[in-house]
């Protein structure tokens, strides 16, 4: 497998985070697992938000396998870069990985957050958010997604509201900007 925009990437680089400062300039790396337990290390992420001609967003079902938020709703991908590699071909490998498809994207805004993920986890992230726009069928890889769904804005707000428990912490902290971004 090749990877576009990836350099000096060996296996152990693939289980690893880019720690960066409060400006997203990168510090080191962490294991990806000490770096969720310790939660006091920013690390660079990525949040996709696929969008059809209906103007809906594509949600996906976090698979029971994932080591943290299992079953809860979130957006159409999300991740970690590996070190070397670009948040766009991160986006691209990502998408493809988790939901068996790729489409344009590209990036809208990036904030920083701090959530508790459950099972002593904690994301602390500097993410990267990315809108792109496809209107086929994805094929979602078991391990990561047990389902998806299309669903609008206006209608993801009302249910995270509703039923907040649902989804994961990092999606109801950034629907809000999603929608002034929209």
Known sequence: MVLIGVRNM?????????????????????????????GAKLHRAI????FNSKGETMLQQRAMTKYHSKGLWSNTCCSH?????????????RLQEE????????????????????NGL???????????????????????????RWVSLDELSNEIRENPTMFTPWLRLIIDRVRSAR
């Open 47 to 50: 949040s996709i938000f696929v």
């Open 81 to 93: 870069p590996y070190p070397g590699e670009s948040i766009e071909a991160a986006a691209h490998r």
């Open 122 to 148: 904690t994301e602390h992230e500097y993410d990267h958010v990315l809108f792109g726009s496809y209107d086929g069928e994805p094929k979602p890889n078991s391990e990561e997604a047990m389902g998806y």
């Open 10 to 38: 060996d296996s152990n680089d693939t289980q690893k985070v880019i720690l960066v400062d409060e400006n997203d300039r990168e510090i080191g790396l962490e294991d990806k697992l000490k770096a969720h337990q310790n």
């Open 99 to 118: 939901m068996g498809f790729d489409c344009p994207m590209h990036e809208v805004f990036a904030f920083t957050y701090k959530a508790d993920v459950g």
